[in-house]
């Protein structure tokens, strides 16, 4: 059984890049979450998206941060002109329908690093 | 403001001892606790949970307690042994259950 995949694993841009970080759910779950740990931080909740909707998106920066997940294809979280300040490990994880469980089982994440 | 706290950013203790991670919240509607175990450059893993309507939960060497007046949750590893050796993370539900609070983690270290 694979788990949560997620890559790259890391990713390094320069201050005004673009960054774009995968997540591949687990088989049979249609259901995403992303989070973000912040350095010295806990982790921190962003958005939730099931197949072509975005479910809750009230951890989401305003401006900056979009995310999707395509009916083909993994949930992409979509960093535009990142800033040093964005530099964090952004995890992933994934249910299936009716999932009603608070144990979430997150991927390895994807340390994104800011030049 | 930091609902879920966790005030020992770090832990050392003898292998076979007992471990005691300490957690604190705020948030009243919090009704179900978790903790996670996490290794450097890997994700969380879930490890035990517990829900309001209890006061102990026992998976093996892990116990975690729930003092609900207090506000307060504690993870019991006994024994403890070097391979439990990593960061350990409080977080709590209430209400959504994909939105998980975690706190700041407490760096547990286990020494042979």
């Known amino acids: 059984n694979a788990g949560v995949m997620q890559n790259p694993r890391h990713l390094v841009r320069r201050r005004g890049q673009e960054a774009r970080l995968r997540c591949s759910p687990m088989?049979?779950?249609?259901?995403v979450y992303w989070y973000r740990q912040l350095p010295e931080e806990g982790l921190k909740f962003m958005v939730y998206?099931?197949?072509?909707?975005?479910?809750?998106e009230s951890g989401m920066p305003k401006e900056r941060f979009s995310a999707e997940f395509p009916k083909e294809g993994p949930s992409i979280l979509r960093i535009q002109q990142v800033v040093r300040g964005d530099s964090a490990a952004y995890f992933c994880?994934?249910?299936?329908?009716?999932?009603?469980?608070?144990?979430?089982?997150f991927g390895s994440g994807t340390q994104l690093s800011v030049l | 403001d930091q609902q879920v706290k966790q005030n020992s950013p770090s832990l050392s203790v003898q292998e076979g001892r007992i471990s005691i991670l300490n957690c604190d919240y705020t948030?009243?509607?919090?009704?179900?606790f978790l903790w996670y175990k996490k290794y450097p450059a890997e994700g969380p893993t879930f490890l035990i949970s517990?829900?309001?309507?209890?006061d102990k939960n026992e998976d093996g060497r892990f116990t975690v307690f729930l003092n609900k007046s207090a506000k307060h949750l504690s993870l019991h590893i006994v024994p403890s042994q070097p391979g439990d050796s990593a960061v350990y993370f409080c977080?709590?539900?209430?209400?959504?259950?994909?939105?998980?609070?975690f706190g700041k983690g407490t760096l547990l270290t286990v020494n042979p």
């Open positions: 977080a709590a539900s209430g209400g959504s259950n994909y939105k998980l609070t």
């Open positions: 998206l099931q197949k072509e909707n975005i479910i809750d």
């Open positions: 088989k049979g779950h249609s259901h």
């Open positions: 994880a994934s249910s299936p329908p009716g999932w009603t469980n608070e144990k979430l089982f």
């Open positions: 517990i829900s309001s309507i209890k």
């Open positions: 948030n009243s509607m919090f009704d179900y």
